[in-house]
């Protein structure tokens, strides 16, 4: 039995033989765009659903460490025939405690942010080689995309970084009807900060990569007529937008961004679900629009069992309750 996969709608495996039980494994992906701004003491981003089918998944943030949250795009979540609940990726994420040194290897990234890459890694290996079909990707397509938003240790500051899981796959036998899949190491691409005498100005990534919407900045530039709606009836909005426009977005007041975020992105959204949140160096974590999503029982029952340094994003339960 034959099916072709395409990364436009579920990845979906029938793994047989003519007399063979059919067993499947099915990744449900994630489409959107993110937009964020670094502004004087915080990140301010918001993560916009772009369904690329109707069993698609929105992008979902998970807590990393101490310091990074990510943003899942792509493969996020996978349904097992024998499983009665998918396995999400940005779930049960093992605690990465922070490195006492950051260093640079020669064409890589930094230790602490390769430590990351590998836990994803490891709970990508067992699903994605249950792949045995030809999986349809473009050239250099990333299977998982990860955009690492947060601060470096050791005063580095805000950062932002684009990690990349892409797969390959190999003919072991005569038949071209089984493959072996292998995903790879992760790729690491550096969004924030921008390199000296760079503007400093807003990041936006998006999934696929050839999604069509003009980006915010564009939008900005451009004048857009709902930009210059919001610019003309509010002097905060008018000053963020002279220095976004100016490259100098990190000097911004983050109430000030927070709140244009807010009214702008609902008018480049449209019916389109969205998030938005704020990550301070200091002040941490703060959901300005959260997920519409239940917690489940289940899900309270693990928060109150998870340990106090655990990762969560979730409000965690009252204990006298």
Do not use: C
């Not at 955009?147 to 950062?159: F, S």
């Not at 998006?206 to 002097?235: H, K, M, V, W």
């Amino acid at each position: 039995m034959r099916l072709f996969v395409s990364l436009l709608g579920s990845l979906l495996l029938i793994v047989a033989t003519a007399h063979a039980q059919v067993d499947e494994i099915v990744a449900n992906l994630a489409g959107g765009r993110v937009i964020i701004q670094v502004t004087r003491d915080a990140i301010v981003f918001a993560a916009i659903d772009h369904p690329l089918e109707a069993t698609s998944v929105p992008p979902r943030v998970a807590e990393i460490d101490k310091g990074h949250i990510a943003v899942f795009f792509g493969a996020s979540e996978w349904k097992l025939p024998a499983a009665p609940k998918p396995i999400r990726l940005d779930r049960d994420i093992e605690h990465i405690a922070p490195a006492e040194h950051r260093y640079e290897t020669p064409g890589g990234p930094e230790s602490d942010l390769e430590e990351i890459g590998v836990v994803f890694l490891e709970k990508l290996r067992p699903l994605v080689s249950q792949l045995h079909h030809k999986i349809d990707l473009k050239p250099d397509e990333p299977l998982l995309q990860l955009v690492l938003i947060g601060y470096a240790p050791k005063n580095y500051g805000p950062e932002v970084w684009l990690m990349e899981y892409r797969v390959e796959q190999q003919q072991p036998g005569a038949s071209d009807e089984y493959l072996q899949t292998h995903v790879l190491r992760p790729r690491f691409t550096q969004l924030y900060p921008p390199e000296k005498h760079q503007a400093h100005t807003l990041v936006e990534i998006r999934f696929p990569e050839d999604l069509q919407a003009t980006p915010l900045l564009g939008l900005i530039q451009q004048n857009d007529p709902r930009i210059a709606r919001l610019r003309s009836s509010d002097p905060r909005f008018a000053k963020l937008l002279q220095l976004i426009e100016r490259g100098d977005a990190q000097k911004s007041v983050t109430q000030d961004a927070a709140d244009f975020l807010r009214a702008v992105v609902p008018l480049i959204a449209g019916d389109a679900k969205f998030i938005q949140a704020t990550l301070g160096e200091d002040s941490g974590f703060r959901w300005v629009v959260p997920p519409d999503e239940p917690v489940s029982k289940e899900q309270q029952a693990e928060d109150k069992n998870r340990p106090p340094d655990a990762p969560t994003l979730r409000r965690r339960p009252d204990p006298n309750r």
